[in-house]
């Protein structure tokens, strides 16, 4: 139970645990004398759920002990796929999660991860996240999601990562 000047918040996601990534709903844990001033700054800065959304968010926690489980297997099947095929590259520096859905690597020879990302997608076909979007520690690093429902499009991006990398990228 928090104390009433907590001012710890919490901020939940249906995002990734739930697979609703794009549908823009969650919930706050805070101290209950923080609840009018978090219904002003609500109400005016975010918009009505719909209908479905909601409904989808009752469900996913109706079926949390089934759907969680099954989410988190396969998010570490497709790292575990992601991971090695990565460190296999020459020229990369892996810094593997032990949880999350996200890989983080930088290549050698590159410091600017947004160049990078942009050089990518261009001749590789691979999108993937600058490091420079989250942090300017992050500079020089790339993001890969590898929530994907189908692990052979994690080693098609590898080998196409892969075959840029063979061609000669600096």
């Known amino acids: 139970m928090a104390a009433p000047d907590d001012r710890l918040v919490v901020a939940h996601s249906f995002s990734k645990s739930f697979l609703m990534t794009g549908w823009r709903l969650g ?7 923080m609840t009018r001033h978090m219904g002003k700054l609500i109400e005016f800065n975010t918009s009505c759920a719909s209908v479905f959304t909601q409904k989808a968010a009752l469900e996913a926690i109706r079926r949390t002990d ?16 992601l991971v090695p095929l990565l460190q296999q ?13 996200y890989a983080f690597f930088k290549l050698d020879g590159y410091d600017d ?19 420079s979007a ?6 020089g690093w ?4 590898f929530a994907s429902k189908d692990l052979g499009r994690l080693r098609q991006g590898v080998d196409r ?4 990398i063979a061609r000669g990228r600096l």
């Not at 520096?93 to 032990?98: C, E, F, H, I, K």
């Not at 990562?161 to 840029?164: H, K, R, T, V, Y």
């Open 66 to 81: 089934e759907v969680t489980p099954r989410v988190v297997g396969h998010l570490k099947q497709c790292r575990d796929t």
């Open 161 to 164: 990562l892969g075959s840029w």
């Open 27 to 33: 919930w706050l844990v805070m101290p209950a004398s």
């Open 89 to 101: 590259l020459p020229g990369v520096q892996l810094s593997p999660a032990a949880g999350g859905m």
């Open 113 to 131: 991860s947004l160049v990078l990302a942009k050089r990518l997608v261009a001749e590789a076909g691979l999108g993937l996240a600058p490091g």
């Open 134 to 139: 989250f942090a300017p520690e992050a500079q």
């Open 142 to 145: 790339l993001r890969w999601c």
